[in-house]
């Protein structure tokens, strides 16, 4: 009996135990313990013959690894995050704070595949067919001929993909999916119902795009847990009360995760923002607090415009506020520039706002937030040759700046708006035109030496 290891193992991940219990304790899912025969392999899924015929292992350049053709959305910028459209029969799990317009993008996307001759099916477990055909109606005409389903059961979900067997549907939202004996929305019901729409669709090929809510506080309970279970996690951000919007990829399978999109919320949908430099950096001029910085987005260079704004204040602990920026590397800069810089912030309000509502995620925006914090205080603008300065580079705790990827399409990226000298580390391949490299944040803030920038009073 006991004593000979577990006799109980959960089938979502594998931990083991000697007893049953309703919630597996390594993964929190809830009636997933099974228990494991003697033989070894699971009571429920007893292999063939008692310990089952031996498999034979195959060569990986035995296996078939066909490549299917991408189906395309339809929307350029959608295409590209998923890494050059979505692959049949793949999962997709769109997520975003509520308003954001993930059901606006998805039924975007399937009006353009409905239009490209595709089966579609749209299903709705959150708004009445009503109000999505009055979103349909502002998309246009080919919106109106997506068929739709509305408030229906997991059960009646799997009927209709299997007589439909469209080619893409979208499951708006997966929080909503009525399944019985579960409350709708909690984690286990989450899960059931995308493992069963999962295999599903698998079987008969279909394109899933999955719509998940995620609390603007970060929650993501819900869709957290069915991470692992999809094959493509896409996350809308911006703030509503913006226009812009930018979709990321956090998991896909069948492409890099690091490329964005960028969109705009107008009437009539989702817009692609084509040139979002011109959009996000076209406005800065020379002020105090603005530097204009040279991001990477993936393997786009995208420049946008820091804005910090110092003020002195009695509230202890002064306030700090990053928008579009982490706050933990706010912290980081601030506290290089106090300890290094001689910056004295410990009496001030330090506000630090990526303009334009886009949030900007990577370590190369360090020097970005470091300038336009040390500008603000001082007063100064920094300018080059009359316009804005760009920058990009990683602080690092002694107040170095480190390297960064894709030195040459930032700057390359900056010419183009004539910024015609950025301010960076210099890459360990050699000097980039245009670049005039800074090796500490000292040197950086002197304005002498190799950066020669000119402050105006
Ligand atoms: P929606 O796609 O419903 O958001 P989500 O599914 O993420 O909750 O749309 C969000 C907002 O976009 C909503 O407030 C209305 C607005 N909107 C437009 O501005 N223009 C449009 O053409 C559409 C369809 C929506
Ligand atoms: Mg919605």
Known sequence: ?????????????????????????????????????????????????????????????????????RLSTGIAELDRVLGGGVVPGSLVLLGGAPGIGKSTLAGMALANIAAAGEDVLYVSGEESAAQVRRRAERLGEAALSVPMLAEPSLETVLVALEAERPAACVIDSVQTLAIPDAAPGSVGAIREATSALLSSAKRLDVTLILIGHVTKEGSLAGPRALEHLVDCVLHFEGERERTFRTLRALKNRFGATSEVGVFEMREGGLAEVEDPSARFAGEARPAPGSV?????????????????LVAPTEIVPPRRTATGVDRNRLALVLAVLTRHAGLALS????????????????????????????????????????????????????????????????????????????????????????????SSLKAALSGGGASRLRRAA
């Open 1 to 69: 009996m006991a004593g000979k290891g577990p006799q109980f193992r959960c089938s979502e991940c594998g931990h083991a135990a000697l007893t049953w219990t309703g919630q597996c304790a390594g993964c929190s899912a809830w009636n997933t313990l099974e228990q494991v025969s003697a033989a070894g392999g699971s009571a429920r899924r007893p292999g063939r013959g008692g310990r089952g015929s031996a498999p034979s292992p195959v060569p990986l350049r035995e296996v078939s690894a066909e490549r299917s053709k």
């Open 292 to 308: 204009v910085l040279c991001s990477m987005e993936g393997t786009r260079p995208l420049l946008v415009e820091v804005q910090a």
């Open 347 to 438: 009496s001030a309000d330090v506000f630090v706002n990526v303009a334009g509502g886009v949030r900007i995620d990577e370590p190369g925006a360090d020097l970005a937030i470091a300038l336009a914090v040390a500008s603000a205080q001082s007063g100064r603008a920094l300018e080059s040759d009359g316009k804005p300065l760009a920058c990009f580079g990683e602080i690092g705790l002694t107040g170095e700046v480190r390297y960064v990827a894709h030195a040459d399409r930032r700057v390359a990226e900056a010419r183009k708006f004539g910024l015609d000298r950025v301010l960076g580390p210099l890459p360990g391949e050699g000097a980039v035109p245009g670049l005039a490299p800074v």
